[in-house]
């Protein structure tokens, strides 16, 4: 597992640098604001299976799940992308999920967007779009591939 990973799951805190956190929402500290290993080998076999050449997600916070998705990612295939998306990833998670995404020698692989209302994901296999609504603050997290060899695209909202 990533040093970055492995630090994140076994003391549950996260760190912009200077100030510790819990793994936890900031506003709501009941909730838990990232996949758990079993939902993180999850994504990792879906991303083993499919080798996508670009996946996206939308929901990035702490950025642990980037880290699952982007560890398997590094291994399976090169010259993937994976697109990001979190509005308010400088606001509310005080950018720390990029960081995390940089701390772990992921930053060349993510391309990270805060402010986007629609993308396309295009590959051999066709282009598939999505749009969503940037406005809603509720909590959102969406992982998508687009397979260079397969039509379909998995698709996991959670
Ligand atoms: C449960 S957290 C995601 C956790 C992350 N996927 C993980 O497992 O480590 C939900 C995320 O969705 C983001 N979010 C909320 N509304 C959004 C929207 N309209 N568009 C994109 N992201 C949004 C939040 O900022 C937050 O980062």
């Avoid at 929402?25 to 909730?31: E, G, I, K, N, V």
């Avoid at 010259?79 to 950018?95: A, E, K, N």
């Avoid at 603050?137 to 591939?145: D, E, G, K």
Wanted: net charge positive; hydrophobic share 35%; charged share 20%.
């Amino acid at each position: 597992m990533n040093s970055v990973l492995e630090r994140i799951v076994q003391t549950q805190k996260v760190t912009d640098g200077s100030t510790t956190l819990p793994l936890r929402h900031p506003d709501f500290p009941q909730l838990a604001v990232a996949v758990d290993m079993p939902e993180g080998a999850f994504l990792q076999r879906l991303v083993n299976d499919v080798k996508p050449k670009i996946s996206l997600e939308i929901g990035c916070a702490y950025g642990v799940s980037t880290l699952y998705i982007c560890e398997s990612l590094s291994r399976v295939s090169s010259g993937t992308r994976h697109i990001v998306i979190d509005p308010f990833q400088s606001s509310q998670w005080r950018g720390i999920g990029r960081k995390n995404v940089e701390d772990a020698g992921f930053g060349a692989l993510v391309d990270f967007r805060e402010d986007c209302r629609s993308i396309s994901l295009s590959s051999t296999a066709g282009t598939h779009s999505t749009r969503y609504s940037s406005n809603s603050s509720s909590s959102t997290s969406f992982f998508a591939l687009a397979a260079s060899s397969r039509s379909t695209m998995p698709i996991v909202v959670r």
